[in-house]
C-alpha cells in the first residue's frame, strides 16, 4: 500500500523526481480500488481511459511540459459535469447521462494534468447526510463498514480515506464536503461562495452550493484549490478577485509561531450542549487547548441567530431545488417513462419524476414548491432570507472580533447505516454546525481532530473565516494538523482499522 498511502504532495515530489511514473501511481490506485470498494462502494463509475490518460502525463513531463499535481489521481463526485463518463448525480433520472462538457472544475483539473479515476457516489442531487439516499446503494465507512461516511459526497471522504484517490472533488450545500470528512478522518474544505466556479455542478440549491477540495492533508486541500479556484465567465456568480495560493498558506501554517497571536472564536451555541456527542466536545477542547499552548487566543463568542440556520436552511434550499429540479422533465435529458394509451406531455413527465426521483428528492421539492407558493411565500420563504440576513450579520460581528470561528464538525461521529434514514429531522441535524457557513457564503475546513472515546470513531474540527479569507483557513488548519499529528504519532488514517 505504499504508494497510495502517500500524500498528493508526496506523489507529486516522486513524479518530478521521475522515481515513479504517473501509470505506476494511477495503476496502484485501481488496483486499491478493485480490492476494497466491494466493501466500501465509493465509486459509481471508473474512468476506462485513466492509465493512457497517466501515461500521456508521464510522456509530457518527460518532455518538460507537466509538474505539479500533474500525474497524481483524483475522485470526481458525481454532481459534477464530466464529458467522457456518466453524471448522474446519483439520481435514476439521469442513468446513464454521459454530459456534452466538462465542469469548469474538471477541466481544469485536467489541464493540470490530474488524472482522473471515476466518479463517486453520492445522495441524491446532494440531498442527504449520509449517502444513504443514492439510487445506485450505499457507500460505508471505512472505519467501520456498518456506520455511514457521512453525506451527501460520502463516496469522495470514503475514496480519500480508505486510500483509494489521494485527492477528490466535493460539493459542499449545507455541509456535505466537511460534515463526510468529520466522520471519515479526512480534510475537506468548503471555499467563500464564488471562489471556486459552479458551473457544471449539477445544481441543488444555486446560493447555497458550493465546490471544493476532500484530502486526507490540509496541504493537499490547498494544492488541489490552486488548480480549482478563481474566477470563471461561465459562472455569474463567480468572484472576479486574485486570489492567493492556498498551498503556501498551508505551508506558512507549519513554520514555528504560525497561531501565535491568532484570535479562535468558539461559537458558544455551537461548541456542545443537546445533541453533542461528549467524545466529540472533548476532542474538540483539546484540539483548542493546543492552539492555545501555541500562543492562540481562545475567545468566546455568541452568534444567537444561528439556532434558526437549519430551519431557515430547511426552507431556502428545498425552495431552490424544486426550481432547479423542474428542469427534469422527460422532455430535454434524462429518464423517459411513458405510461401506456395516449399520455400528454404532462403524464409523461409525472411518469417520469415518479419513477426516477427517490423519496427524500420528492420530499423536499414538495416542500420547497409549498414554501414557494401563493400566500406562503412571505411567511416562509421570505422569513427564512430574513433570517440569513440576521446570519450574515452574527458572522460579521464575530469576526469583528476574531480571526476565524472554531466549532465541532459534525455533533456526533458516524453513526449505523439504517439508524437515521427513516427519520429526516435526526437526518437534518447532523448538518447543525455547517450550515451557518454556506447561509452566510463564508469558507470552512474541516480537519480530524482526534478519535472518540465512546467509539474509537474520528471526529472533526471545523473553522471558519470571512469571505474572501480562505487562506487563513490553511494555515490554521496546517498548524492544528501539525500538532495533533506529533501528538498522534502520525496521521489519524494510519490507525484505521477497517481496511488496513
Request: with cysteine; charged share 20%; proline share 6%.
Amino acid at each position: 500500500m505504499s504508494l497510495v498511502t502517500k500524500s498528493a504532495a508526496e506523489l507529486a515530489a516522486l513524479l518530478d523526481a521521475r522515481e515513479v511514473s504517473s501509470v505506476e501511481v494511477t495503476q496502484a490506485h485501481l488496483d486499491r480500488i478493485a480490492a476494497v470498494d466491494g466493501d466500501v462502494h465509493a465509486f459509481l463509475h471508473l474512468n476506462a481511459d485513466a492509465l493512457d490518460t497517466a501515461s500521456a502525463i508521464d510522456k509530457a513531463r518527460a518532455e518538460g511540459a507537466a509538474s505539479g499535481l500533474a500525474g497524481v489521481p483524483v475522485a470526481i463526485k458525481d454532481v459534477l459535469c464530466t464529458l467522457d463518463m456518466p453524471s448522474t448525480s446519483g439520481s435514476k433520472i439521469l442513468e446513464g447521462w454521459i454530459p456534452p462538457y466538462d465542469a469548469t472544475v474538471v477541466a481544469r483539473m485536467r489541464a493540470a494534468g490530474l488524472v482522473p479515476l471515476g466518479k463517486t457516489n453520492m445522495d441524491e442531487f446532494a440531498m442527504g447526510s449520509s449517502t444513504e439516499h443514492s439510487a445506485y446503494g450505499n457507500t460505508h465507512n471505512p472505519w467501520d463498514l456498518s456506520r455511514i461516511p457521512g453525506g451527501s459526497g460520502g463516496g469522495s471522504a470514503a475514496a480519500v480515506s480508505a486510500f483509494e484517490a489521494p485527492l477528490a472533488l466535493g460539493s459542499d450545500t449545507g455541509g456535505s464536503i466537511r460534515q463526510p470528512a468529520a466522520v471519515t478522518g479526512s480534510v475537506g474544505v468548503k471555499p467563500t461562495y464564488g471562489g471556486v466556479s459552479r458551473y457544471g455542478a449539477i445544481a441543488l440549491a444555486s446560493s447555497l452550493d458550493q465546490v471544493g477540495p476532500v484530502t486526507r492533508t490540509v496541504l493537499d486541500a490547498g494544492l488541489l484549490h490552486d488548480v480549482i479556484g478563481g474566477h470563471d465567465p461561465h459562472d455569474s456568480t463567480s468572484i472576479p478577485d486574485a486570489w492567493p495560493s492556498f498551498a503556501d498558506a498551508a505551508r506558512a501554517g507549519q513554520r514555528e509561531g504560525a497561531v501565535r497571536g491568532l484570535r479562535v472564536g468558539v461559537v458558544s451555541e455551537l461548541a456542545g450542549g443537546e445533541g453533542f456527542q461528549p467524545g466529540v466536545v472533548q476532542r474538540f477542547q483539546e484540539a483548542l487547548a493546543l492552539l492555545e499552548a501555541q500562543g492562540a487566543e481562545i475567545v468566546e463568542v455568541s452568534a444567537p441567530s444561528f439556532q434558526y440556520a437549519i430551519a431557515a436552511y430547511y426552507l431556502i434550499l428545498p425552495a431552490e431545488a424544486s426550481s432547479n429540479l423542474a428542469k427534469f422533465d422527460s422532455v430535454r435529458f434524462g429518464l423517459r417513462v411513458t405510461p401506456d394509451g395516449q399520455p400528454t406531455v404532462e403524464d409523461v413527465m409525472s411518469a417520469t419524476r415518479e419513477a426516477g426521483f427517490g423519496d427524500e428528492v420528492k420530499r423536499r421539492i414538495i416542500l420547497g414548491t409549498y414554501a414557494l407558493s401563493a400566500g406562503y411565500y412571505d411567511a416562509y420563504y421570505g422569513s427564512a432570507q430574513k433570517v440569513r440576513t440576521l446570519i450574515q450579520r452574527d458572522f460579521d460581528a464575530a469576526f469583528a472580533k476574531v480571526d476565524v470561528l472554531a466549532t465541532p464538525s459534525a455533533p456526533t461521529t458516524a453513526f449505523p447505516l439504517g439508524s437515521k434514514v427513516d427519520d429526516p429531522l435526526a437526518m437534518y441535524l447532523n448538518d447543525l454546525t455547517t450550515i451557518p457557513a454556506n447561509l452566510a457564503g463564508v469558507p470552512g475546513i474541516s480537519l480530524p481532530s482526534g478519535l472518540a472515546p465512546e467509539d474509537g470513531l474520528p471526529v472533526g474540527i471545523q473553522f471558519m473565516a470571512p469571505a474572501r479569507e480562505d487562506a487563513r483557513l490553511y494555515t490554521v488548519g496546517a498548524a492544528l494538523e501539525q500538532l495533533l499529528e506529533a501528538q498522534w504519532g502520525g496521521p489519524l488514517l494510519a490507525n484505521a482499522p477497517a481496511l488496513a
